[in-house]
């Protein structure tokens, strides 16, 4: 199966809370990142958790991580149509400079007006 | 920030031809670059880590003598791909692992190849 799960959809109404959800399987994963495409651009780094850690915030964007679940999930906080992307969750075993990142599906997040 | 181009953007060429992406990291100096695969509605899939200097590491599957990967200098990486069939369509995308941050890979903006 899928190392890293996403759903594939997400829609929310303009200023309202988006969280896009992921789940792992690598218990042995030190860094989870969540990465936003935009059409022809490249990935773009959003936030990283370190493993140990539970919570992280960053402006808008909260990420929390339940290691003993495997559960990571992004929230975007008054969420804008410029939000509009494919999200990716992705995890790594030693940080991502060693070696390659395992990445979901994506989920595409939708706003409605 | 640290900026990655790739050439060229889209490519078609027909089967049984060679292709050849580069990767560029253009404001810094990358050991490590990663290619990736991505089909429609996928996710990305690593197919080799490419070292500047040393033979590229593959994942299992990846065929190496198909998916040729040549490292020569700290900002180019070089994708080939020889024979090029149909089903060898797809996009590629490379990253970079920016020197000096353990978290940060830093992405190209893809190439569309379609093979006919």
């Known amino acids: 199966g899928e190392d890293v799960e996403q759903s594939l959809f997400l829609s929310v109404r303009e200023g309202d809370s988006s969280v896009i959800n992921c789940t792992y399987t690598d218990s042995s994963s030190t860094y989870l990142y969540w990465y936003k495409q935009e059409p022809g651009a490249g990935l773009q780094l959003l936030t990283y958790?370190?493993?140990?850690?539970d919570m992280k915030q960053d402006q808008r964007l909260t990420v929390l991580l339940n290691k003993k679940d495997k559960h990571l999930s992004l929230r975007i906080a008054d969420t804008q149509t410029g939000d509009s992307a494919i999200y990716f969750c992705?995890?790594?075993?030693?940080?991502?400079?060693?070696?390659?990142?395992?990445f979901g599906k994506g989920t595409h997040l939708i706003i409605q007006p | 920030g640290a900026v990655v181009s790739q050439h060229p953007s889209w490519v078609i060429c027909k089967s049984g031809t060679s292709v050849k992406i580069e990767c560029r990291s253009l404001d810094f100096q990358a050991t490590t670059m990663f290619w990736y695969r991505q089909f429609p509605k996928q996710s990305l899939m690593l197919m080799a880590t490419s070292n500047e200097g040393s033979k590229a590491t593959y994942e299992q599957g990846v065929e190496k003598d198909k998916f040729l990967i040549n490292h020569a200098s700290l900002t180019l990486s070089t994708l080939t791909v020889t024979s090029a069939h149909p089903e060898d369509s797809s996009f590629y995308i490379c990253?970079?692992?920016?020197?000096?941050?353990?978290?940060?890979?830093?992405f190209g903006p893809g190439t569309r190849l379609t093979v006919t």
């Open positions: 992705a995890e790594s075993i030693s940080g991502g400079g060693a070696d390659g990142l395992t």
């Open positions: 958790i370190f493993s140990n850690m």
């Open positions: 990253s970079a692992h920016f020197p000096g941050f353990p978290y940060e890979q830093y």
